[in-house]
């Protein structure tokens, strides 16, 4: 079995314990948090029992121990996190509406975690999966060439790439980070969109249109259309599974396509069916949302087989 490595942000967040608080008001917030996608999806990965590794930066402050420690007591590999004394780490203060609507302001630029560049991947070892988030890929050019040069070189020495594009329109600034992304979807395998995503990366308004734009890529091996409550839907050149999602009493949803994601690698990289890994990634999404905090949900492989065995 190969590792798992992403290369991507990470922050804390800074949360609004209530639905309705907003931002202006001078009220309570709970944290910090360890979060960013690449950081929750890593760390789901190790839960589920991969070798797993990230590539990003953090501050030399309290944020970056928050969020190394919580990476380290899961046995990420974060000896490609740079510590920097230059910037300090990303933050993102997020608040709810009732309507399950989110607000978040971001301290993201020029923190440590953009700093990080692309590694020797030969020091990497053997690699199974190179999983990449958009978020990451738009938040600088700088940065989004290091993501690229890397997903390149993985890719060269045989690994897999996944890829969830996490993305709105307001992120597309300019067209070259369009291209950047359309670079990315040329060479994945494993493509994790929502379906507002599809749409958009795709250019198609028809599910079934941008699914077939989709495998117009040789690379391209299976699409994993997530919808959140309503389940996912995986596609191959040549099956169709769909997959139910687990209910539980959600307390933040935050970070749950990102469980998801991770859990579904990871159950793949372990030898897993694509079925098995969607009900993996499925129940690992529903355990991460059942808790407060965007990577704090009890996610091991005992619960989510216990909850998958539940609701069979």
């Known amino acids: 079995m190969g590792k798992i490595w992403t290369m991507g942000e990470l922050l804390v967040e800074i949360m609004r314990p209530e639905e309705n608080m907003e931002f202006h008001e001078p009220l309570t917030f709970k944290g910090p948090y360890a979060s960013g996608s690449s950081g929750i999806f890593i760390r789901t990965a190790a839960r589920m029992g991969a070798q797993a590794g990230i590539i990003s930066g953090v501050g030399k402050d309290g ?64 690699t199974s999966f190179f999983h990449m988030m958009g978020c990451a890929l738009t938040s600088s050019r700088v940065y989004a060439k290091e993501i690229l040069g890397t997903m390149h070189a993985m890719k060269e020495r045989g690994a897999k790439i996944s890829f969830d594009p996490n993305i709105r329109m307001e992120h597309i600034k300019e067209p070259a980070d369009y291209a950047i992304i359309q670079e990315v979807v040329a060479s994945t395998n494993v493509f994790m969109p929502g379906v507002a995503e599809l749409k958009l990366v795709t250019g198609e308004k028809d599910v079934s249109k941008a699914i077939e734009k989709c495998f117009s890529f040789p690379d391209m091996e299976v699409v994993v259309l997530k919808n959140g409550s309503r389940g996912s839907v995986i596609y191959t050149r040549d099956t169709l599974i769909h997959a139910n999602a687990y209910p539980v009493e959600a307390l933040d949803a935050t970070g749950a396509g990102d469980s998801f994601d991770g859990a579904f690698i990871a159950s793949l990289a372990l030898g897993h069916t694509l079925e098995e890994a969607a009900k993996a990634g499925a129940a690992a999404g529903a355990l991460n949302a059942a808790a407060f905090g965007p990577m704090e949900g009890n996610i091991s492989p005992e619960t989510v087989a216990e909850l998958i065995t539940r609701h069979r």
């Open 63 to 126: 944020f970056g121990k928050c969020i190394l420690d919580h990476l380290k007591a899961d046995g990420v590999d974060t000896r490609y996190v740079l510590e920097s004394e230059k910037g300090s780490t990303g933050v993102a203060f997020v608040m709810y509406y009732s309507n399950g609507e989110r607000k978040f302001i971001f301290h993201w630029d020029n923190t440590p975690a953009v700093e990080a560049k692309m590694p020797d991947v030969a020091e990497l070892g053997e």
